[in-house]
């Protein structure tokens, strides 16, 4: 079992930053893949960026050079930095986290980007 916890969404305003935090717990050595998705209203969940065990990142083209991915090994914990934020990125963010078995994801938290 993994267990998943986001943290960090909240209301911003265009052109602005955030910074989203996964934090990981249980069979953590288990896990080779997190991404974080997001949700629009109405819409479907897509991926935003991927970060395998290697460091190997993937980008949506929508987000290619203004979000970047990373992870802090030794704390369990990823993170999103979001820059240059526009309205079309509000939605609720999900972490993900890839084991050999199954996926497992976090609650959400929600990011809004208005003025």
């Known amino acids: 079992q993994v267990h998943v916890v986001e943290s960090g969404g909240g209301l911003v305003q265009p052109g602005g930053s955030l910074r989203l935090s996964c934090g990981t717990s249980?069979?953590?050595?288990?896990?080779?893949?997190m991404a974080w998705y997001r949700q629009a209203p109405g819409q479907r969940r897509e991926l935003v960026a991927s970060?395998?065990?290697?460091?190997?990142?993937n980008y949506a083209d929508s987000v290619e050079g203004r979000f970047t991915i990373s992870r802090d090994n030794a704390n369990n914990t990823v993170y999103l930095q979001l820059n240059s934020l526009q309205p079309e990125d509000t939605a609720v963010y999900y972490c993900?986290?890839?084991?050999?078995?199954?996926?497992?994801w976090g609650q959400g938290t929600q990011v809004t980007v208005s003025s």
């Open positions: 249980g069979s953590v050595s288990s896990i080779w893949r």
């Open positions: 970060i395998t065990n290697g460091g190997i990142t």
């Open positions: 993900n986290a890839t084991t050999q078995y199954r996926d497992y």
